[in-house]
Nanobody, 124 residues
Framework: QVQLVESGGGSVKPGGSLKLSCAAS????????MYWLRQPPGKGLEWVSV????????YYGDSVKDRFTISRDNAKSTLYLEMDSLKPEDTALYYC?????????????????RGQGTQVTVSS
């Protein structure tokens, strides 16, 4: 069955870095646009970034542009999110998700699969 398993979250000080991973299985990874979404504590889901099936094209939300980098390794069926210059407002549960189409939605129902999430906490 389809599985998306996030890892790499943790606690970091402001200005620090983290790299998240999302291991995919049960489907042809290279057929899908892959996404990172996040949910800050007490708030709704936020669209963070997307990468095309080949990895050639990526887009970012305004709040993370120039600080986060999305990438993928299709040979390993793994999605990444490298996060630099982290801020307290980046604190959230980070999810990876997949879809066959390019979307900018923060509605989880728009994605046909997502993982359970990995927690990122940015605090001094």
């Amino acid at each position: 069955q389809v599985q998306l398993v996030e890892s790499g979250g943790g606690s970091v000080k402001p200005g620090g870095s983290l790299k998240l991973s999302c291991a995919a299985s049960g489907f042809t990874f290279s057929d899908y646009w892959m996404y990172w979404l996040r949910q800050p504590p007490g708030k709704g889901l936020e669209w963070v970034s997307v990468v095309s099936p080949s990895g050639a094209v990526s887009y970012y939300g305004d709040s993370v542009k120039d600080r986060f980098t999305i990438s993928r390794d299709n040979a390993k069926s793994t999605l990444y999110l490298e996060m630099d210059s982290l801020k307290p407002e980046d604190t959230a549960l980070y999810y990876c998700a997949r879809d066959t189409r390019l979307k900018y939605s923060s509605d989880e129902k728009e994605y046909d699969a997502r993982g359970q999430g990995t927690q990122v906490t940015v605090s001094s």
